[in-house]
């Protein structure tokens, strides 16, 4: 059975390999987690609204643009509500902070996959150096020399393989949701400067959205 062949694999790599064991749930579970939340991101986004809602705010209809963002877990129209909301003090500086929220959460737990990248390889290459020491204390022992020599050398190889394939696991998603950051971020940037410069082509219409903000939330 495959099961009986992987446990005394593991058996055979010695007690290096428990915590290398934890190195793999603890990748698993953080992978699932943030392939589960970009999933999640990536649903919420309403591409279609962010048109109509730019289409409204540059022309000063802020009653509209506030009734399209009110209700909309799209984190970029929260990203705008935010603005809205805080529009009599610094529309963006609110947009900013809320942007610098989610980028933190967009980043969470990556760190954890970094350092499983170098940790799991280190661990392998101390299973590495235990298994040879072991092979090397055995070789004045003509009778038992070359069980434990191949031994001990097997042990190392298990050890060193399962660490390099848990780091190889880890890179290419890693690179990924570093990747995705960086695409966020930037759409984030452009999302918060088109905001402002359609709230500044509507203000030169007529159309304060400082004065829009005061109405409907008065400051406290």
């Known amino acids: 059975m495959f099961a009986n062949i992987v446990i005394e694999t593991f058996i055979h790599g010695g007690w290096v390999m428990w915590p290398i064991l934890v190195t793999f749930f603890l990748a698993v579970c953080v ?3 943030r392939t589960l939340w970009w999933i999640s991101l990536r649903r ?5 609204g962010h048109v109509a809602v730019r289409e409204t705010l540059g022309t ?5 643009t506030w009734a399209q963002v009110g ?7 929260v990203n705008l509500r ?8 610094s529309m963006l500086a609110a947009m900013q902070l809320h942007a610098s929220d989610l980028l933190e959460k967009a980043e969470a737990r990556q760190w954890v996959l970094g350092t ?4 799991a390889p280190l661990l392998g290459l101390l299973g590495t150096v235990v298994g040879i ?3 090397f204390s055995s070789i004045g022992d003509e009778a038992l020399a070359v069980s434990k020599v191949s031994g001990g050398i097997g042990e190392a190889l298990i050890a060193t393989a399962c660490g390099l394939a848990i780091a190889i696991s880890c890179l290419l998603p890693y690179n990924y949701f570093r990747k995705r950051v960086s695409v966020l971020r930037g759409d984030l940037e452009r999302w918060i400067n088109h905001a402002e410069l359609l709230v500044q082509n509507a203000k030169s219409h007529g159309h304060d959205l400082e004065v829009f903000a005061a109405r409907i939330l008065p400051p406290h």
Do not use: W, Y
Not at 116 to 119: D, S
């Open 31 to 33: 992978l699932l987690e």
């Open 44 to 48: 919420s986004i309403q591409r279609k």
């Open 60 to 64: 000063g209809r802020f009653d509209e």
């Open 71 to 77: 209700e909309s877990d799209d984190p970029f129209l």
């Open 82 to 89: 935010e603005g809205m909301t805080h529009a009599h003090t």
């Open 116 to 119: 499983i990248i170098t940790l």
């Open 133 to 135: 020491m072991g092979s």
